[in-house]
């Protein structure tokens, strides 16, 4: 069956460095895959998509890629703050059409002023 | 409205208590879906609606929990007999219909259901 995997533990960075988050995934070649953002007591918020014939995509301080081969994600926050610190999402179109989303368990951050 | 509505934004229910979740989506979103957020977990697919049609329902863990939009845009779930291992955050999602490659959910802040 088709599994997402994001790391478990919390990463806490300095502030002003870059967050690196991997999303890993299985048995699947998404259409596009999703990086949403949510905060303690708050649905998550969409921040980028990306689709599989595309390598990377930016916005603002966020940077995404894709790597269709390694089956694989890299979600990137440069210059990090500490309104930064939060769980961070990733989301396939897992073959079921409809538009539906499969979601990971979500990774937190954490940055340290 | 400018956002995802859900109601009430928190609920306590007892075990066997019946339920109902409200979701006002974004105006013009076709597409709405729920989700059931467990702590420290992602989201967990339950259901599926374009319009007023419930396209997709598979992700609905028992044939307690029941959803409808009868008028494709408020939407309902319903929980019949609570249990505690309903107890989660219920999330609805509203989105453009999909053309080239999807599009990204707009959410509600959720609904947390405590069963006791």
């Known amino acids: 069956s088709q599994k997402i995997e994001q790391n478990s533990e919390a990463l806490n960075i300095q502030e002003g460095k870059t967050a690196t988050l991997t999303c890993n995934y299985t048995n699947y070649s998404p259409a596009y895959l999703q990086w949403y953002r949510q905060d303690p007591g708050r649905g998550p918020v969409f921040l980028l998509l990306i689709r599989e014939n595309e390598k990377e995509k930016r916005k603002e301080r966020l940077k995404v890629t894709f790597d269709t081969t390694l089956k694989q994600s890299l979600f990137h926050i440069t210059a990090s703050q500490p309104a930064d610190s939060a769980t961070y999402l990733c989301?396939?179109?897992?073959?079921?059409?409809?538009?539906?989303?499969?979601f990971g368990k979500g990774n937190q951050v954490v940055v340290i002023p | 409205g400018a956002g995802v509505s859900q109601s009430p934004r928190y609920k306590v229910a007892k075990r066997g208590q019946d339920v109902a979740l409200r979701c006002d989506p974004i105006s013009g979103h076709v597409s709405l879906f729920w989700y059931q957020q467990a702590l420290g977990q992602g989201p967990e697919f339950l259901t599926y609606f374009q319009n007023e049609a419930q396209l997709d329902k598979s992700g609905l863990p028992s044939d307690r929990f029941f959803a409808e939009r009868p008028e494709g845009s408020v939407s309902t779930l319903k929980i019949q007999r609570t249990q505690q291992e309903d107890s989660a955050v219920y999330l609805c999602?509203?989105?453009?219909?999909?053309?080239?490659?999807?599009?990204?959910?707009?959410f509600g802040s959720g609904t947390r259901l405590t069963v006791v």
């Open positions: 989301a396939l179109d897992f073959p079921y059409g409809n538009n539906r989303l499969a």
């Open positions: 999602a509203s989105s453009l219909p999909p053309s080239t490659g999807g599009f990204g959910y707009t």
